[in-house]
């Protein structure tokens, strides 16, 4: 797995001095009635630019997942598997793509011995039950971005923190993305920046995540 990353509201009064009341001796004399006019006719305006909607396509969660991977320092790498990604390709074709993607980090599962998902999944580590979710949200990037590959940046909160990552969204093997063949995104973090320090005499700081993307054949993402 190539190292690289693999998502809320945010924020006139005027002030009027007060004017200063003319007394009667200064007062002005009365102005004559003004002629009485036909108002100009308002010139018409033009209709409002259409917005286009952002749309999207809503993850197939039964056929979407992620890997969780770290490197124990006398073992050798360990892997675990997060089922049931959800989330959504945000956008269109004109306008641009987005991934936002939701990975169920309680339902990580970890290959080989027992303690080490014991370990990951303990607040030492993901917390998983304080932080039950992982979120990842790209930047917007082209179309042509999704056949040929290439950087994909954007946020990761992990533990509650969120920070900036750059991921790889792997090429297409097909003509569909996300239709005939999955949609992969990988990329590597340094869990320190994610308040995950503790073991460090046993499991290297580099974690690796990779996404693996199927889409919905039919309808949008709500």
């Known amino acids: 797995m190539r190292r690289s990353y693999l998502g809320a509201a945010w924020f006139l009064s005027a002030l009027l001095g007060p004017g200063q009341a003319l007394s009667a001796t200064q007062a002005p004399d009365p102005a004559p009635p003004a002629a009485a006019t036909t108002p100009a006719p308002t010139p ?3 209709p409002a630019a259409a917005t286009p909607a952002a749309g999207g396509v809503a993850f197939d969660g039964r056929h979407s997942g992620a890997v969780f991977g770290v490197r124990l320092r006398m073992r050798g790498p360990a892997q675990g ?3 049931g990604v959800t989330g959504q390709l945000a956008g269109n074709r004109e ?3 987005r991934v936002q993607a939701r990975l169920d980090a309680q339902g990580l599962h970890f290959d080989g011995p027992h303690w080490m998902e014991r370990t990951t999944r303990s607040p030492s580590f993901l917390a998983v039950d304080r ?5 990842f949200e790209s930047e917007r990037f082209d179309d042509a971005l999704l056949h040929s590959g290439g950087p994909l940046h954007g946020e990761l909160t992990l533990r509650g ?3 900036p990552v750059s991921f790889v969204l792997l090429p297409s093997t097909c003509a569909r993305p996300g ?5 992969r995104v990988e990329g590597s973090l340094s869990r ?3 308040g995950m320090t503790a073991y460090r005499m046993l499991v290297d700081d580099t974690v690796e995540l990779g996404l693996r993307v199927r889409l919905r ?3 949008t993402a709500p």
Request: proline letters at 11%.
């Open 44 to 46: 018409a305006q033009p």
């Open 81 to 83: 598997h997060i089922p």
């Open 95 to 97: 306008a641009g793509w």
């Open 131 to 135: 932080y039950p979710s992982i979120r």
């Open 161 to 163: 923190l969120r920070r």
């Open 179 to 183: 239709m005939d063949c999955d949609i």
């Open 192 to 194: 320190r920046e994610f």
């Open 217 to 219: 054949t039919s309808g």
